[in-house]
C-alpha cells in the first residue's frame, strides 16, 4: 500500500501551498524537493541554473528524488522539471500516489511573476511564450506519469485539497 502523495506539475500550479495544506490534514510530512536541493547544493536553484547549469540541477534532481521518494506518510512537492526524467517517476511511483495539478497559462504567470530571478526558465522576456512552450513539451509527461489530475486555476487552497483528498480515497492502492 502506498501511503505518500507525490505532487507534480508545471511551476506556478500550487503544489508547495497546496502540499503544505495537503499534509496537515492528512497529518503526512510535507517534503519540498527543490528546498532540498538547495540545502544539498548549498545554492538557490537560480543559481544552480546560472553557476552550474540546468543539467546539474536536473542530476542533483534526481539524488534528491530518490532519497525520498521512499519516504512514507508524506506529501512530496516535486519541481515543475521532475517528470523529464523517467528514473525520477518510477521511483515516486513506487512509494507514491502521483497527483498533477495543473492550471491555465494565463494563471501560472500571474503566480510566477511575483518574485523575479526566482523562476529561472521564465527569465525572459516575453514570459507568455516561454510559459506556452515549456507546456506543450511537459504535457504529455505530466500526463504518462499522473494518477490524478486537478485543475487548480479557479480553485481556493481548500477545495484543491479537497479534490485530492477525494480523489485519493478512490484509489485502491493508497492507505
Avoid: W
Amino acid at each position: 500500500m502506498k501511503t505518500s502523495i507525490a505532487l507534480i506539475g508545471f511551476m506556478g500550479v500550487g503544489k508547495t501551498v497546496v502540499g503544505k495544506a495537503l499534509a496537515r490534514q492528512l497529518d503526512k510530512e510535507f517534503v519540498e524537493l527543490d528546498a532540498l536541493i538547495e540545502r544539498k547544493a548549498g545554492k538557490t536553484i537560480p543559481a544552480i541554473f546560472r553557476e552550474d547549469g540546468e543539467t546539474a540541477f536536473r542530476e542533483l534532481e534526481i539524488e534528491i528524488t530518490g532519497e525520498v521518494s521512499r519516504k512514507k506518510n508524506a506529501v512530496i512537492a516535486c519541481g515543475g522539471g521532475v517528470v523529464l526524467n523517467q528514473i525520477n517517476i518510477d521511483r515516486l511511483r513506487q512509494e507514491n500516489l502521483v497527483v498533477c495539478l495543473t492550471a491555465s497559462p494565463e494563471i501560472i504567470i500571474k503566480r510566477t511573476s511575483s518574485r523575479a530571478g526566482a523562476r529561472p526558465l521564465l527569465d525572459v522576456a516575453d514570459k507568455a511564450l516561454k510559459v506556452a512552450k515549456l507546456l506543450k513539451f511537459r504535457e504529455p509527461f505530466y500526463r504518462r506519469a499522473a494518477d490524478i489530475t486537478i485543475n487548480t486555476s479557479n480553485q481556493s487552497i481548500g477545495r484543491v485539497v479537497a479534490e485530492i483528498i477525494s480523489q485519493v480515497e478512490k484509489h485502491e492502492d493508497f492507505h
